[in-house]
């Protein structure tokens, strides 16, 4: 079971300043008295978020420049039992957890869960999705499954963006902003502009920039140069044409690219030592302290993505149930390649390159409308979503027989197909009991074709040999086609609100969500013919989830919302990483457990005066693993095959990884007027428990207290805005992963974020 491993002072502290809201705010009190209208449920005009009977957090578009929110790892300590951190290995791969379910991997045919939805339009894969971000209208946060209306993939929740709008009036905002950790390493610079209004007739339009360029926040110690640098372009335009007759017409298109340096690894020590035949490793830069900075590495390595996506939305009115009906096409082509220093050390034992081409297409239509004298609010429709994957990874790995250095290249394809109908309603039994109910019905098909490590080193090492430049594909590489992966399934939901007063709702459902199974694109197989170590298919995971809540707005602008809920979870996937003496270190996948997942949570936002703001927010979780299948105790992928009773007994005991038992955060802002404008201050500070990465408990994350504070001046009649601000003043350190290495290494390999920031940003609109 997980244990808290802060002090009693520190929970005490952030018991006493209550519950978190929503995020940051902005520099306008009017924010905390207007309603929040989310999108998430999918109703024709939206829905104030403390009317709807789910948790969730919505954070619009003033809040997320108050916070200076750069791309989603930036909410990450903001909002009870969510995790938006990437997983380190590849640059802007999101490894999200909400409520103890999330990932521990950079494969693209490894499906999340907790999706993420751009205007609508799923993301079909983890890569690209923690990319900066800017000109977003809103970001919604739903915690807990949401099978019926967003499909599989959910089982953890959604996080949904919203990108700004063309405008009816004609608006121009700009920013420009550069910060720095302060310790001699690089500066991050960034400017952006977005120009939007009316074109002509019911036409408009908008246009948008993006820039930065990051000098790199770290210090690499092998030869002290600025490490982490990264440069990135968007543009993004819109046309919306908002008809006389109900029909609005969107479009929306992205084009953008990223490129810099590998991720910093850093290498912690492991008691064991190295193997014979291995150089020494005598450089001091070993066994860093996972308090630290500190690294060296001698591979540099890169992260270059390149995407293009958009979406069209047609919306036009009917007059059955006085109702709408929306349909949303959406497009991406997305392509990724990368270079990791995996042995984390100044000596090249494991080097790791990765390439990732993706396309998808999705479709939705949906039908709202209110039916019998308004008291039912009904939604219908289908979606279809297909994508092509294509993976690669080369490994060059240092064999101590041979004294050099062996590569090996593997990979796979994968088409994937899912369709799925849906319906959803709510209907008023009286003027404040409702009941509400839905399904979704899906069909999924994969089919992969891979090539195993074990094809290619039996196939010789000339066989697949792939080293042009920066390429990297599996085109040369023995593939074998595996059994194609089917499912299907019905995700139900059924529930209760209830109105006590005005400003007093009670809700409460049980609801089944689906993780999809599929395969491991990954060619690290020693021996396929193990279940248990073959790429797939692995089977669905499915999560049943009961919970219950209120949200109450006690004095106007004031908001305390808690839940409490329980998650039965049936063929727990995992992503089991073990250390292995051929390919350093082996991920398996599989349907390894059952287990249950229960927690509170609660957040609250409360105005103190008309100029003085505090909100907080806690959330609590315990795991416990009910029915183990695989030996997670491994420390090699020959122990993963042993399942005498007393390891899968003893397994029952471990973490959950990424599960963190406890998160907290309380923080204010206080607005003042002036004789020149309006300056805010806004002060933050987080919590988050230690948690296990590694199903064995071996590699964890470190436990985080945070503090984030920025100063703002509106500049009186100018649309000037000038802020200074700091993310993560007390420097703490914060990994992506904590891998455990074979004993070639000796140590792990832990990618780390950024530390301390500290800029200043100015804001200009129109």
């Known amino acids: 079971m997980p244990k808290y491993t802060k002090s009693t002072s520190t929970i005490a502290l952030m018991t006493a300043t209550l519950f978190f809201g929503n995020a940051a705010f902005a520099q306008n009190s009017s924010v905390f008295t207007d309603e929040i209208i989310v999108t998430a449920t999918k109703k024709s005009d939206g829905e104030n978020v403390q009317d709807t009977n789910i948790a969730i957090t919505a954070i619009g578009a003033d809040q997320l420049e108050a916070f200076q929110v750069r791309n989603l790892s930036d909410l990450s300590f903001k909002i009870p039992n969510v995790q938006l951190d990437e997983v380190g290995t590849v ?72 990108t700004g709008n063309p405008t009816d009036e004609f608006t121009f905002k700009a920013k420009t902003a550069v910060d720095s950790g302060l310790r001699g390493t690089g500066e991050n610079y960034l400017v952006q502009g977005v120009v939007s209004g009316p074109i002509f007739g019911n036409l408009k339009g908008k246009l948008a920039g993006y820039y930065n360029e990051d000098k790199g926040w770290h210090e690499n110690l092998l030869d002290n140069s600025n490490f982490g640098a990264s440069e990135t372009k968007i543009i993004r335009a819109a046309l919306e044409y908002d008809g006389n007759e109900g029909i609005n017409i969107l479009a929306k298109l992205e084009l953008g690219d990223t490129e810099g340096d590998g991720p910093a690894s850093q290498n912690h020590p492991t008691e064991a030592g190295p193997t014979a035949g291995i150089p020494a490793l005598t450089n001091p830069a070993l066994g860093f302290d996972r308090e630290s900075f500190d690294f060296s590495i001698d591979n540099r390595g890169f992260a270059n993505h390149d995407w293009l996506q958009g979406s069209l939305r047609v919306d036009f009115d009917t007059e059955f149930g006085n109702g709408k009906v929306t349909n949303i096409l959406g497009y991406r082509d997305y392509s990724l390649k990368g270079s990791s220093d995996i042995d984390a050390t100044p000596v ?44 690669s990874e080369q490994r060059d790995v240092f064999v101590s027989a041979a004294g050099s250095v062996f590569p090996f290249d593997g990979g796979g394809v994968q088409d994937h197909h899912t369709f799925g109908v849906f319906a959803s309603g709510e209907y008023d039994v009286t003027d404040r009991l409702s009941v509400n109910a839905g399904v979704r019905y899906t069909e999924e098909k994969k089919e992969a074709d891979i090539a195993l490590v074990a094809s ?50 009670l809700y409460g459902h049980w609801s089944r969500a689906y993780r999809a199974g599929g395969f491991n694109l990954r060619n690290t197989a020693l021996d396929p013919t193990d279940p248990l170590q073959s790429p797939g298919p692995f089977e669905d995971e499915r999560i049943d989830n009961f919970e219950i809540g209120f949200k109450s707005e006690p004095i106007p602008g004031a908001r305390i919302n808690v839940s409490a809920f329980f998650n039965d979870i049936s063929n727990l996937q995992r992503e089991i990483n073990v250390p292995s003496p051929t390919t350093v270190v082996q991920q398996v ?90 300056a805010t201050l806004n002060g933050n500070y987080a919590h988050r428990d230690r948690a296990a990465f590694t199903d064995n408990n071996l590699g964890f994350f470190n436990a985080q207290d945070r503090f984030d504070a920025s100063l703002g001046f509106d500049i009186q009649d100018t649309g000037v805005n000038l802020t200074v601000y700091g993310k993560n003043l007390t420097n703490e350190v914060l990994h992506g ?20 920031v500290i800029g200043v940003e100015l804001n200009y609109e129109y």
């Open 91 to 162: 640059k802007g791969v999101a490894n999200f957890t909400v409520r103890g379910l999330g990932v521990n991997s950079s494969i693209p045919s490894i499906d999340p869960t907790v999706g993420t939805f751009v205007d609508g339009v799923y993301l079909g894969i983890n890569a690209g999705v923690v990319l900066d971000q800017f000109d977003i209208d809103s970001v919604e946060v739903l915690r807990g499954p949401q099978g019926v209306l967003f499909g599989r993939n959910v089982t953890g929740g959604a996080v949904v963006l919203n």
């Open 737 to 756: 992963g904590d891998t455990v290495l074979s004993s070639a290494v000796n140590g792990t390999f832990s990618p780390l974020a950024k530390g301390r």
């Open 348 to 391: 090249g034992i494991f080097n790791g390159g990765v390439g990732v081409e993706q396309d998808q297409l999705s479709f939705e239509t949906r039908y709202n409308g209110r039916f019998y004298d308004d008291k039912l609010d009904f939604t219908t429709g289908f979606f279809y979503f297909e994508q092509n994957l294509e993976y």
């Open 589 to 678: 996948i599989t349907n390894s457990a059952d287990a249950e997942i229960y927690g509170l949570e609660a957040d609250a936002l409360w105005p103190l005066t008309d100029n003085f703001v505090v909100y907080g927010s806690v959330g609590i979780t315990e795991a416990q693993y009910t029915d183990v299948f695989v030996n997670l105790l491994a420390s090699s992928p020959t122990e993963i095959s042993l399942q005498t009773p007393a390891l899968l007994e003893a397994a029952e005991d471990l973490d959950i990884p990424r599960l963190a038992p406890l998160t907290a955060n309380a923080g204010f802002t206080y607005f003042l007027e002036t004789g020149f404008g309006l």
């Open 456 to 505: 290619v080193l039996t196939g010789g090492v000339g066989a697949c040999i792939i080293t042009e430049g920066d390429d990297r594909s599996s085109t040369f590489c023995p593939t074998t086609a595996f059994p194609d992966f089917e499912t299907d399934n019905w995700s139900p939901k059924i529930g209760l609100g209830y109105e006590v007063q005005d400003n007093l709702r």
